[in-house]
């Protein structure tokens, strides 16, 4: 094995100064180093980390690597399995059982039927924006509410829940919570999720949770599957439309581009997912012996997968660290790839279309209401990144 490949030393915790949408400098550096490095998991197991985007596709493809959470070496002691349901954390034949009743429930043909909703949503945030404004926290009044209100609709969760649901989410999802506080949203979730799950089985209504309640699913496994669905559904795209917005408005001549020719908006989108790569990383684990990019990953052994530096890896996209919304940006892997692909990614796809169409049809001059430099931004301790809050303003 040779010994002059690149070493990571930490997981970097910062993004550069006054760059918040590149990868952090120590993940790129890596990538122009070569595509995999050793990396060290805060825990002291040996790992490594995989930036460039040829290698990250190719371990998401291969069943020698296993997403199950026992199986992550990362820390001094054994991780227990992933609970019933949660999906993501699972490799066949257990991850199939709960994919593939929800495949045909999230097709690109059904999701695109989802898209007047969508639009009926999206007006609405944007009348509510407007009678409040001419300043508005875009995070709240609009890149939380419309996938908030479309997952729960389409899970069946009362409308009366919505705002506290989200605010679990939230609580866990945020990247600053303190342990305590952590487990007390997802039990707080969990527990209410047993009961959404109770009163599907009991009174069945047109949604996708009463649908899966018809059949062999147990309870339990129905509980982690729409923690899964409203947790990806949630988080993911609120994320992508805020940062999204932010990435825009500090890009004045992509966004005075779009604006010309809205014609843009599908390609816009695709690269807003690949610029920004919002869901970072991910890992897998080595079932056996296997070479990767000329090193040998021993059995056992964790990898972190660097989505974002593989999406501005230079090998597969030209000038990766720009933001051209004219690019054919396809085979990003800001959904990830192979059999875990986002089920959720036509949904995701749908909204973002939608709503930022929306938003810049309705509010020609929206623009940021506070310096840039003063946005505040998820620790890149959340596993989804993004802001916490975007103050912008518009000629009323």
Not at 80 to 87: N, Q, R, S, T
Request: with cysteine; net charge negative.
């Amino acid at each position: 094995m040779s010994e002059s490949v690149h070493t990571v030393t930490t997981l970097p915790t910062e993004r550069p100064s006054g760059c918040p949408f590149d990868p952090p400098a120590e993940l790129t550096e890596a990538r122009e180093h070569g595509p995999i490095s050793r990396y060290t998991h805060p825990g002291g197991k040996p790992g490594w980390m995989i930036t460039g985007y040829d290698l990250v596709r190719s371990v998401l493809a291969d069943p020698r690597f296993s997403a199950r959470k026992d199986l992550m070496n990362v820390v001094d002691f054994e991780l227990p399995p992933a609970p019933p349901g949660e999906f993501l954390l699972m490799d066949e034949p257990q991850h199939g059982r709960y994919r593939k009743p929800l495949v045909g429930k999230f097709t690109a043909r059904r999701m695109r039927l989802l898209a007047e909703r969508v639009e009926q949503i999206t007006a609405d945030c944007l009348d509510a924006m407007e009678a409040a404004g001419p300043t508005a926290d875009l995070v709240t009044a609009f890149a939380k509410p419309i996938p908030t209100i479309i997952i729960c609709e389409i899970l069946g969760v009362p409308y009366e829940d919505r705002a506290s649901f989200q605010e679990q989410i939230d609580t866990f999802m945020n990247g600053e919570t303190s342990d305590e506080d952590l487990i007390a949203a997802y039990t707080a979730t969990q527990d209410y999720l047993a009961r959404l799950v109770a009163a599907k089985r009991a009174n069945p209504t047109d949604d996708i949770l009463s649908e899966l309640t018809d059949s062999d699913l147990t309870d339990e496994e129905l509980k982690g599957i729409s923690l899964i669905l409203l947790a990806a559904g949630f988080d993911t795209t609120a994320n992508m439309l805020s940062l999204g917005t932010f990435a825009l408005l500090r890009n004045p001549d992509q966004l005075d581009a779009l604006r010309a020719d809205p014609s843009l908006t599908d390609r816009a989108v695709e690269e807003l997912l690949r610029y920004l790569t919002v869901a970072k990383s991910f890992m897998r684990t080595a079932l056996e012996d296997v070479e990767v990019g000329g090193q040998v990953i021993e059995a056992g052994t964790t990898v972190v997968l660097s989505y974002h530096t593989a999406n501005r890896d230079p090998e597969r996209f030209d000038d990766p660290h720009a933001l051209d919304v004219t690019r054919d940006a396809g085979g990003h892997l800001a959904f990830g790839h192979g059999i875990h692909l986002c089920l959720g990614a036509q949904l995701a796809r749908v909204e973002m279309r939608v709503a930022f169409a929306a938003l810049l049809k309705r509010f020609p001059t929206l623009r940021l209401a506070v310096p840039a430099e003063e946005v505040a931004l998820r620790p890149e301790t959340a596993d989804i990144y993004g802001v916490k809050s975007l103050p912008v303003t518009w000629d009323a």
